[in-house]
């Protein structure tokens, strides 16, 4: 217990150096908090490790990306910048399923005029009654529809060949926002690579334990009881081949993604020795799709195709059937979120 002690005041202790130079450096920015596993003091797995800041930024854009520091091969720095004006609206801070929790729980780095403080204060105040939960569930679970749109065509007249990069995004992200929707109703945040571990838990505490079988039949994992040697060197050789493709076109791009190997793999080889394995897949296959997100169709490459064979998406008629099941998904997390809104008494309109 000591050790794991210490082990987070290292990591709060790199975040605040990093909060402190960015108030320094970067005048737009006015705070900066910690949040995620780190601002929880959950156990990192293994030396896998991702510290996530927000700051609050007057010049951000509404479509401002995280930017990555690598502080070694297993530790990453994950910065997102909001927009100021985006904080002005607390009602919708408190029913975003990802920014409102995350804002709830964070810990300020640097705040010399107490911005996120009475931001902070203002989202706490009624976060956990129904009508909140409720509108973060409902967000999430639209964005997992706003995924399924690409995809919709092709549960029934229109089979994919093979899932490009894009595809498999969107079908991770269909089921990654509806397992959040259903987190969001038993309180518990997005989180990251532990998603399907928290998910499980959540559909427990909701009674809709089949829903997680669904889910994971959904994704084509449903018959991994461990994560291979097989699959992982696999994973590897699909990013080897990628990150050549890109030492020529965008050699930043190449080294960013170089450094995440070990972040990924060490995070994934972990949760396989804990025995969830399908969270693991899970971390493996969304680095791939999200590390491929400018090819527009199948790599032509082996061991991706071999990739999508081993997890169920290895020709037409297994790839539709993974969007059929996405969509009964759907259907059902909806019906989830109905009834709990039923019994809750809250308005199903917002």
Not at 52 to 68: C, F, R, Y
Not at 283 to 292: D, H, I, N, R, V
Request: aromatic share 8%; proline share 4%; charged share 20%.
């Amino acid at each position: 217990m000591l050790i794991q002690m210490i082990e987070n005041e290292l990591l709060v202790k790199l975040a605040q150096d990093f909060g402190q130079r960015l108030g320094m450096q970067q005048a737009s920015v006015e705070a900066a908090c910690l949040v995620g596993s780190v601002a929880r003091k959950e156990p990192p797995l293994n030396n896998a490790i991702d510290i996530n800041i927000i700051g609050i930024d007057t010049h951000a854009t509404p479509d401002a990306k995280p930017q990555h520091v690598y502080q070694s091969d297993t530790v990453l720095i994950s910065y997102l910048p909001v927009a100021k004006d985006r904080m002005r609206d607390k009602k919708a801070l408190r029913r975003d399923p990802f920014l409102g929790p995350a804002l709830y729980e964070g810990v300020p780095l640097f705040d010399p005029r107490h911005q996120f403080d009475l931001v902070q204060a203002a989202i706490r105040s009624n976060f956990f009654s129904s009508d909140n939960v409720y509108q973060r569930a409902r967000a999430a679970y639209n964005k997992a529809q706003q995924a399924f749109t690409p995809l919709k065509q092709h549960a029934s007249i229109a089979p994919i060949e093979l899932f490009s990069a894009k595809e498999l995004l969107s079908l991770n992200r269909i089921f990654d926002y509806a397992m959040t929707a259903l987190m969001m109703l038993a309180r518990i945040p997005a989180s990251g690579r532990r998603q399907m571990i928290q998910f499980e838990h959540a559909t427990r505490e909701l009674g809709v334990e089949a829903l997680y079988n669904e889910f994971c039949l959904g994704l084509g994992y449903e018959q991994f009881a461990s994560v291979t040697t097989e699959l992982i060197e696999l994973w590897q050789q699909v990013r080897t081949s990628y990150v050549t493709q890109q030492e020529m076109n965008a050699p930043d791009r190449a080294s960013a993604l170089a450094a995440q190997t070990g972040y990924y793999q060490v995070g994934a080889e972990t949760l396989n020795e804990y025995g969830y394995s399908r969270a693991a897949l899970l971390c493996l296959e969304a680095s791939l799709a999200k590390m491929m997100l400018d090819v527009e169709s199948p790599i032509a490459d082996a061991a991706y195709t071999v990739w999508l064979s081993k997890t169920g998406k290895g020709d037409p008629a297994a790839c539709q059937r993974r969007v059929q099941l996405a969509q009964h998904v759907l259907t059902k997390t909806d019906e989830a979120l109905r009834a709990w809104a039923m019994n809750e008494g809250v308005s199903v309109y917002g």
